[in-house]
């Protein structure tokens, strides 16, 4: 009787956990509170693990589809833009950031799965841990990274926090771009560009391209109209990050992107450098968290879910 009941336990326990995971060989979903939220690409056709789709809540998906799926309508540029990931777009001349089969000018660089190291879920929240190679278009492997992926359990908003440390094997550079670096692609419908009702504020207010792009700020939210609801998604960017706060690559047509490499780009200004160098063994680390919630950015509270971000250690 005892051995029955601990086994019914067990397999209740799953049911209890908020936040739960599926895990195949070529991805890992992810469900909140009994819903889809995302799901981890890391198949060996995946030039680099990324998050796709990103859902609301109420099951609106704030992601653009392409190229993934098909959908009437939609734009097809930057085929590299999937869902939410982290790359850049030149470490030691090679381009990571623009790497995909259906890029015009595919570079061939893959970030590879070396091995997933734990899945683990929870009542409040659940961990992706794994271990990355960036490796150049022969082989040749530049970085390993291990990334932890905490997702939260909420009703109203879906929050990760995505903590990647890099480690050299070579002597490595980031160079100066604009192609970089922990990026989403908005659906089109919330871009703030034509076609779209999206508006973009950073943490001293700024609102739109022309006053948030290339700026520095600790933060970024980007809000619109999707399917009649309000909704938007913010990137925070940890106090104790490299060039905090970071710089934003963040477009008009879809493109929201945290950036601490590209100052030369961002002020149009050759004197300035964004390159930053790692000697083998040195390591580079950086912590963000993606909010995506309902309502603007006061309702939100985002200025206040930064101040909660930044005190964590």
């Given at each position: 009787?005892?051995?029955?009941?601990?086994?019914?336990?067990?397999?209740?326990?799953?049911?209890?956990?908020?936040?739960?995971?599926?895990?195949?060989?070529?991805?890992?979903?992810?469900?909140?509170?009994?819903?889809?939220?995302?799901?981890?690409?890391?198949?060996?056709?995946?030039?680099?693990?990324?998050?796709?789709?990103?859902?609301?809540?109420?099951?609106?998906?704030?992601?653009?589809?392409?190229?993934?799926?098909?959908?009437?309508?939609?734009?097809?540029?930057?085929?590299?833009?999937?869902?939410?990931?982290?790359?850049?777009?030149?470490?030691?001349?090679?381009?990571?950031?623009?790497?995909?089969?259906?890029?015009?000018?595919?570079?061939?660089?893959?970030?590879?799965?070396?091995?997933?190291?734990?899945?683990?879920?929870?009542?409040?929240?659940?961990?992706?841990?794994?271990?990355?190679?960036?490796?150049?278009?022969?082989?040749?492997?530049?970085?390993?990274?291990?990334?932890?992926?905490?997702?939260?359990?909420?009703?109203?908003?879906?929050?990760?926090?995505?903590?990647?440390?890099?480690?050299?094997?070579?002597?490595?550079?980031?160079?100066?771009?604009?192609?970089?670096?922990?990026?989403?692609?908005?659906?089109?419908?919330?871009?703030?560009?034509k076609g779209g009702n999206g508006k973009?504020?950073?943490?001293?207010?700024?609102?739109?391209?022309?006053?948030?792009?290339?700026?520095?700020?600790?933060?970024?939210?980007?809000?619109?109209?999707?399917?009649?609801?309000?909704?938007?998604?913010?990137?925070?960017?940890?106090?104790?990050?490299?060039?905090?706060?970071?710089?934003?690559?963040?477009?008009?047509?879809?493109?929201?992107?945290?950036?601490?490499?590209?100052?030369?780009?961002?002020?149009?200004?050759?004197?300035?450098?964004?390159?930053?160098?790692?000697?083998?063994?040195?390591?580079?680390?950086?912590?963000?968290?993606?909010?995506?919630?309902?309502?603007?950015?006061?309702?939100?509270?985002?200025?206040?879910?930064?101040?909660?971000?930044?005190?964590?250690?």
């Open positions: 009787m005892l051995r029955r009941a601990a086994g019914l336990l067990l397999l209740s326990f799953p049911l209890l956990a908020q936040v739960t995971f599926e895990q195949s060989p070529d991805r890992i979903k992810v469900q909140v509170d009994g819903k889809p939220f995302t799901e981890l690409f890391i198949g060996d056709d995946v030039r680099k693990p990324y998050l796709y789709p990103l859902v609301t809540a109420t099951g609106k998906r704030i992601t653009r589809h392409y190229p993934m799926e098909q959908m009437a309508g939609e734009t097809k540029d930057h085929p590299h833009h999937r869902g939410l990931w982290f790359n850049h777009g030149d470490v030691n001349k090679v381009d990571f950031w623009g790497s995909d089969p259906l890029a015009k000018q595919d570079a061939g660089a893959k970030i590879s799965v070396k091995k997933i190291r734990s899945v683990k879920g929870g009542k409040k929240s659940g961990t992706i841990v794994g271990d990355f190679e960036w490796q150049e278009p022969n082989g040749t492997v530049l970085l390993t990274e291990q990334r932890t992926m905490t997702f939260y359990s909420d009703p109203k908003n879906r929050t990760v926090d995505i903590d990647i440390l890099l480690k050299a094997v070579k002597p490595v550079t980031f160079g100066d771009t604009k192609e970089g670096s922990f990026g989403i692609r908005l659906a089109d419908q919330i871009k703030e560009g973009m504020r950073n943490a001293e207010g700024k609102v739109g391209e022309k006053e948030v792009w290339g700026r520095p700020s600790p933060w970024v939210d980007y809000v619109g109209t999707l399917d009649g609801e309000q909704v938007g998604v913010a990137i925070l960017d940890h106090p104790s990050n490299p060039g905090h706060p970071t710089h934003w690559h963040a477009r008009a047509y879809g493109l929201f992107a945290a950036n601490i490499f590209g100052l030369h780009d961002f002020y149009n200004d050759k004197s300035k450098d964004g390159s930053r160098s790692l000697k083998p063994g040195e390591t580079m680390r950086f912590r963000y968290r993606v909010v995506i919630h309902p309502g603007d950015t006061d309702a939100a509270n985002i200025a206040q879910e930064f101040t909660k971000f930044a005190a964590m250690k």
